[in-house]
């Protein structure tokens, strides 16, 4: 994913979500949108805290 999809992800997604440090570690550890969107599924079977789950499912629904 280069710096334009990830400045682009940022100032559409990251006003809807409440950590955006979290967003900004996803997005520097994909590849491209199909590998953030399935890091994100993962994240969402196995994340306990009901804050970044309800983040993973805003950016989720956002990316779509």
Known sequence: MNMDEKNNILMEIGPYVSDIEF??????NSNDIEDLKNKLKELLEIEKDIIKRTDIKIILDKLK
Do not use: C, G, T
């Open 23 to 28: 967003l900004k570690e996803l997005l520097n």
